[in-house]
């Protein structure tokens, strides 16, 4: 066993978050590794993903999924790379994906390990953004709901971001006019020079809701929002009729412990004739494949451009996601776990 | 010809209202019939409709139609018998309806004429209620926007109304278990004993968010919403996963301008992948007469129930827009027109 003696570091889950997890809400435990039990593979991760999203996944706030327990390895997509297996369906050195949690080695039934990664000429860390979940997002959530029609106004919040960049460089691909929201002059340069948006709005700036109106003459007919709050009041005071309203995330809200208030929509809905609808991409497996397929292909044409944030060193991993939540990361942002 | 020195009484609208029009919005002119000229018909009115919608069409805040101009006729659906025409498709006694206007006599052009109401079983008032936008709007709304399925929980705001109790009603003959919401206990009791609600009840009683919770044991699968505001706070906390809310009106909010602030539902709509989808009856034309089919065969087979509050006289317009929103109605109100 190559792997006696080696200790296996686990950021577990020690608090439960009142809203925004932070580092402290972390503690790194060092554990033996146990011994790969039949049917069983033990993957040494190389990448983890910091996700928006892990902010339900600890919160104790009726969701999608279980709470992370009190005392278990932070859940989290990671790519790895298989180094001993009693299973025969994967072999050691195959790069595989799923939810192997923040650590450096996961034990796991191989019913855990969402797919393998096949070798390509695309790195094996676009398997946890534009060719993992976010991308799979973008590319769900904007086509099969959004619905975008050639020469329609596409506005997509947090635009810099892993999902937000996806979601406008593909309505690009359709034909749509993009309009990315952004906060800080740099994340929106950023959707201009790297991912093509027609127009920014940086909601940092005085005026942003003018900037808003000046970058929609045509009004909005798909808006992607990941952030609710104020930024997507300033956007539905401009849906067209038969707009759609994608509802991927809410990042601007702190806490919906209770509900924040804000304008109602109703009235938007009703007068435009338009459509909100919420998602969650796990409940979408099926299409997984057919949309990596697409982007990957986008990528190798230049269609489709993406942005790693990489932290080198698992330590890195508590702060992660409060890192993110105060916009730290440019791009999709990951833990990069030394492989010596 | 028969109407010389027939004066027409006309329902005009005097003033802008702020929010509900009263009956001060609007005064009751005695001015002359024109002669009929080629092409148009003069069509008696015998009923006027009187919509919760109407406060939309006289409301300068931006709507889906133009708002009826100062001085001009009150906007109305009528159902009325041709007294004279000078068009080849139609006949004197003749039933017609369209956007007649509150007024005794119509002289339209045939153009305006939404229909002719072909001699039945069924009274000619149900062309403005079940048989008309009302039942319409229930049809359309709940089975293409709803898609409710057998078993599962559909609830109603304003319940005893006339789209509501149509909406329930269709529900149950979809096999749903129907949850009605009305205000005060004589409204709660009637959707039970003439609608035949599985569960009803009365926002105006205490406790009534207790009461909801006991009648969505299951949660709810679709909320048809004519209130917006606290109502549908409480029913957007039950939603299931895969809910549809199909946003009809907001009579429970006095004034969109400026919009009023709740509960933001983004996290909702998130973690239930639920929809929320407006819409407006004059978009879908094309499906009104088979949705007066479909609640013609079920008025005749006892499955489906209206009520009418029939007001006599044309002297009741101005106050009956206003009296919708006290609640004062019993079910689809009319204002009949004496024929003598």
Chains 1, 2 share one sequence.
Not at 147 to 171: F, R
Not at 190 to 204: H, I, P, Q
Not at 227 to 247: F, H, K, Q
Not at 309 to 327: M, T
Request: charged share 20%.
């Amino acid at each position: 066993m190559i792997l006696k003696n080696t200790m296996n570091r686990q950021v577990v889950l020690v608090s439960r978050p009142d809203g925004i997890p932070q580092a402290s809400d972390f503690a790194i435990l060092q554990t033996p590794i146990p011994a790969v039990a039949d049917g069983q593979v033990l993957v040494r991760n190389i990448y983890l993903s910091v996700e928006p999203a892990m902010r339900g996944w600890v919160s104790a706030v009726r969701n999608y999924s279980e709470p992370v327990a009190i005392g278990a390895v932070m859940r989290s997509f990671t790519v790895g790379r298989v180094v001993e297996s009693r299973n025969p369906g994967y072999r050691v050195g195959d790069h595989v994906t799923g939810l192997l949690g923040w650590q450096d080695y996961a034990l796991v039934d191989a019913a855990v390990v969402l797919r393998k990664i096949d070798a390509t000429d695309l790195p094996v860390s676009t398997a946890l953004g534009v060719l993992g979940i976010n991308g799979a997002t973008a590319h769900y959530g904007l086509l099969a709901l959004g619905t975008p029609k050639a020469g329609e106004t596409v506005v997509v919040s947090t635009a810099a971001g892993s999902v937000g960049s996806c979601v406008g460089q593909i309505a690009a691909i359709k034909g749509c006019r993009t309009v990315g929201i952004a906060g800080g002059a740099r994340k929106a340069g950023l959707c201009r020079s790297a991912f093509g948006f027609d127009a920014t709005v940086d909601y940092k700036a005085d005026g942003w809701q003018q900037a808003l109106a000046a970058a929609c003459p045509q009004g909005v007919d798909v808006y992607f929002d990941n952030t609710a709050g104020p930024i997507s009041d300033a956007v539905m005071e401009r849906l067209n009729v038969g707009a759609r309203v994608v509802v991927c995330g809410t990042a601007s809200v702190p806490s919906w412990d209770p509900a924040p208030i804000g304008p109602r929509v109703e009235r938007h809905l009703l007068v435009k004739r338009a459509r909100m609808q919420g998602f969650v991409i796990f409940d979408h497996a099926d299409q997984h494949e057919a949309a990596y397929r697409d982007i990957a292909a986008w990528i190798r044409a230049g269609k489709v451009k993406y942005l790693e944030d990489v932290q080198q060193g698992i330590e890195h991993a508590p702060d992660a996601i409060a890192g993110l939540y105060r916009g730290d990361n440019l791009g999709k942002r990951l833990i990069h776990i030394d492989q010596a």
